[in-house]
Structure formats: structure tokens, C-alpha cells
């Protein structure tokens, strides 16, 4: 199965995608590195982590667990790591491995990239979500209530080992939030991956391996494409954020409770779509297919509550946001986007508002 090179000016590591790889996972992990502490959390651990800890038999290693949830990926909970860390004996050639979703990744991530001063970290996703796009490419971090993933760093990981064996546990919502990250990968970049997640429903629903498979590496191949030409988001790198512009608010106007990461971007997404109809960037016909294939995955939760003017003052807050100015991912045609700035505030608005019907 397939092995994607991630090249950054900083390192250069492999994403593998493999059925089984979670009972071999020592093989993967440096020599020189010293004690290791893998962070999950109760879940993860009840799930995997009697496959995790047989195939670690002979490799020392601590588990600590994080309590789950955008709504506790916080520094609060990173400190406390730490210190169970430190308590744990660890030092400077200690080794953190993120074994779990998205938070989990982007936790342990943050938590290495700042453990005196920077250790290693493996990362081990084990939802869709995190497979196709949180464990690859060295983004960390924590939210503030102001806004998502304000605190961060880039630290790219040593490996990335990517069983999807595991998603046969995954909760269905899990499993479909990850979906819409695929969707996502393929508007931007690869018609043919748009295709599969547009034609072959049933089979994607169903989870059916040799899709499944497919799905994740064409995604994961992207990914370590786009962070490899600009690996700190100064210019291609941009385009992984379709439908966040829009996600990211709705996850912090709704304090993180309502949506699934995959979800708000899903609604995102379709803001973003809306977006590109009005200012003549896509045809309808190419709008129709991407709001269809977000569609077939839902539904999604409601956005009763939410107003549009609530939105919009977020975006003002969001990282992405520069001298500000809101950056929006649109696309062109199924498989290209161009990111714009400087956009009417009266069409982002309508956009938002389309969107959340
Ligand atoms: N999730 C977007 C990125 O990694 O850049």
C-alpha cells in the first residue's frame, strides 16, 4: 500500500497508508528516540489500544489520555500533559505519539513542538478526518473561545502511520465528517477524486475497503503534495482551507459544541460555493455537482440560531484573516480553486446566508 513523501525545508518524512501498520507501530519509531508517551484518549484507547499495545510489546511507553472534544482542545490541557510528562521521567529525547482523531493530533503536535523546547512526535490518526488531513503537515494547536486554532505552531511529525483498518469502529457521524474533508481535497485539486466521492455513494457509505482505501490515499497524496510546496501557508497551502473560512466561525460561534470539525466545513463548503456563483467564478452546472456531493453525505446538524451578521464578525477574528482582509477559497471548476481577497462584504453575507438554510 502507498508511502507519501513529505518534503519541508526542515524535514523529510513518510505518510503510510497500510491495513494493519497500528500492531506495528515500534518499527516505525526512532531508534535514538527515548520514552515514549502516546496521547489518546479514553476512547481511542478502549477501541484500539489492545491492538496498539501488543504490537508495542517490548517498546516502554506511557499512555496518557486527553479528555476529547474541540471544547477541551485547550493550553489547560496541554500544560497537564506536560506535567504527566514530566512526572513520567521524560526528557529531552522523549517521544510523543499521537494516537487519535484530529484534536488528539493537533494536541500532541502542539504539546511536542513546545515540551522543552521541541521532541519528536509520530502521529497515528485514527478517524478519517485526521487521516486525510489533521495528521498531515505539521499543523498544531489549541482553540481560544475567540477562535479556532489561534494558539499553534508548525512542527511536522517524524511519520505519519495511517491504518484504515480502524475506521471500521468509527462512529458513522465521525465517519462522515471525515468525508467532507475528502470532498474538499478533490474540489481542490483532483477531478478524479471528486468523481468517486460523487458516484460511488453507496460503497463509500458502506466503507468498502478497496474505496476506502483509494479515498484516503488520493487525499493523503495531495496533501503531502500541497504542504511540500509551502509547508508555512504562504501560497498553495491556502487552498487546503476551502470551507474554512466559514467552519472555523461557526465552530467558535457555536462554542464548539454543535458541529463536528468536518461538518462546519461542510456548511463552509457551501458557503464558499455560493460565494464563487455570485462573483461569476464557477458555472452552475459545477456548482450543482459539489452541493450534491456534500449533500449525499449529510445531513448535516441544523444552523437554527445562527445568524449570519454573528458570522461574519468572526471572520474578522480568524487567522486567516490579514491586515483585514478575509481570504476566501473559491472554486473554479471541480478540481481547481483560487484563492480571493477583497471580496464585497454585501456578497459574503448573501453567501453566509445561502448557506445556512
Ligand atoms: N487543514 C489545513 C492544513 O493543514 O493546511
Redesign the pocket.
Known sequence: MPAFVVQTPVRRYIAKVERGILGRVPYYLPDTAGKVFVVTTEDVWKAHGRIFSRGMAGREHAVLFHPGGEERKRLSTVEDLAVQMVEGGADRTALVVGFGGGIVNDVSGFLASIFMRGVGVVQVPTTLLAQV??AV?G?TGVNLTSGKNLIGTFHQPLTVLIDPEVLSTLPEREYRAGLYEVIKCGVIRSEKLFRLMATRVAAVLARRADVVDEMIAESVRI?AEV?SSDEK?SDL?RI??FG?TVGHALEAETAYSRFLHGEAVAIGMKAAVHLALLMEHLSADHAMEIMQAIDAYGPVPPTTGIAPEALMGRLASDKKTMHGQVHFVLPRKVGAVRVVTGIDQDLIYSAIKSALR
Open positions: 488531513d489533521a503537515g499543523k496533501k504542504v501557508e497551502r487546503l482551507n474554512h
